[in-house]
């Protein structure tokens, strides 16, 4: 198995004797994202205002294209935003207020968007249908439970099982699908764990993701992808960054710019971006690529599977399926797991509980798993 650990030195010099099954959740910064971090200290003491210009004409344009090669994508066009949630209302608020008034969505979606969709059907804003499935389900059955709504969303990987849906059955069930349905998809748990290729998925559904799992660069960097052939939407909620490229024109109707831009909320912390650019170019120096830290994962996980496991679990694993990167483990109750999480915590083996689950992540600085960790 491949060594990764010497790139998180710092972050690790803190956790020494320390099992880190965490990286699922707070992913940690290798050494390059304080490198970033240092350099938007340097940019707003050396650059005050002029600093948006070299983040919009270096910075912005270095992360679009990392993420776009991430996801095979055959464009750069996206929006960033401190957090998915943030990007999130924004869309389901244009939709509602262009007529949306139903959503197809599941019960393993993660608490935000769970909680505001919630929130949406208590306002009587919207009618949800909630799809339940279990871990034992076929990607292809998961799928067939949603469509007929106005809106659908779902995570292509879901943060309480770490069921992962192929993209070519995702491709498979759209063609299904009427025009007339906003797909949208929460790829948090699946990007940056694996070399995606969703520029056709992307002709027609919105994609949300963000930085401080996988992508190893702390919070603030959430962003939106709209279609490729969806509608141009004027968003309701709208911020003066929408605004940047009209603004010496100084519009005195609304405006909205082209492409995925006119999502642009208001004046946010750019250092994510920062750590992000650094990060990312860091392991492309390095000749590292997302599959090496698939195939990392990969290897963790068939180890987990073999050795001696928790009493009174259920390991949620099929290695002929595709997973993310954390495996979880379904006890009777919410209170055996976060009993079971402090248990760990206590012998230093760091690891997080969803309800009766019990998380473990397998980032690429997990390098040996003993067989009595349980
Ligand atoms: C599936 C999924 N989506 C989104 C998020 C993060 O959302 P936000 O950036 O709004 O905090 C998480 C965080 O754990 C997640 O698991």
New binding site residues.
């Given amino acids: 198995m491949k060594d990764y650990r010497h790139y998180f030195s710092r972050s690790l010099s803190h956790f020494k004797d320390y099992l880190l099954f965490q990286g ?2 707070h992913h940690l910064w290798p050494d390059a994202g304080f490198a970033g971090h240092e350099m938007a200290a340097h940019l707003a003491a050396t650059q005050a205002d002029l600093k948006w210009q070299t983040l919009y004409q270096d910075i912005i344009p270095k992360a679009k294209s990392i993420i776009s090669s991430q996801l095979g994508l055959s464009h750069q066009d996206m929006v960033f935003a ?7 209302t924004r869309l389901m608020e244009t939709l509602m207020h262009r007529g949306a008034k139903t959503l197809c969505t599941t019960t393993s ?5 769970r909680r505001q969709f919630q929130s949406y059907q208590t306002a009587g804003l919207l009618k949800v249908n909630w799809q339940k499935h279990e871990f034992t389900d076929s990607a292809e059955q998961i799928l067939e439970n949603l469509g007929a709504a106005d809106i659908v969303f779902f ?1 292509q ?3 309480d099982n770490a069921r992962f849906l192929p993209t070519e059955e995702i491709e498979k069930w759209l063609a299904k699908i009427p025009s007339s349905t906003t797909v949208i998809i ?4 699946s990007y940056a764990t694996r070399q995606l290729k969703l520029d056709q998925i992307n002709q027609r559904c919105y994609l ?3 930085s ?2 996988y992508a190893m660069a702390g ?1 603030g960097v ?1 962003f939106l992808i709209p279609p490729q052939q969806g509608p141009d939407l004027n968003p309701i909620n709208t911020g003066w960054f929408a605004q940047f490229e009209l603004l010496e024109n100084n519009p005195k109707t609304l405006q909205y710019p082209q492409g995925a831009q006119r999502f642009s909320g208001a004046t946010y912390d750019p250092s994510g971006l920062c750590r992000f650019v650094k990060v990312w170019q860091m392991w492309q120096d390095e000749k590292i690529t997302l599959n090496d830290f698939h195939q990392h994962a990969i290897e963790l996980q068939k180890k987990l599977s073999t050795i001696t496991q928790p009493q009174g679990a259920k390991l949620l694993y099929h290695p002929e399926q595709e997973h993310g990167h954390f495996l979880c483990w379904q006890f009777q109750t919410r209170q055996q797991a976060s009993e079971y999480q402090q248990k760990l915590l206590d012998r230093k083996i760091l690891c997080d509980s969803r309800e009766n689950y019990l998380r473990l992540g397998q980032a690429p600085y997990l390098h040996s798993i003993p067989q009595d960790l349980f």
């Fill in positions: 699922h959740s401190p957090n998915t949630h943030e990007l999130l979606e993660f608490y935000s968007a995570s990987c879901f943060f929460d790829l948090y748990h949300l993701a963000g401080y799992k919070e959430g």
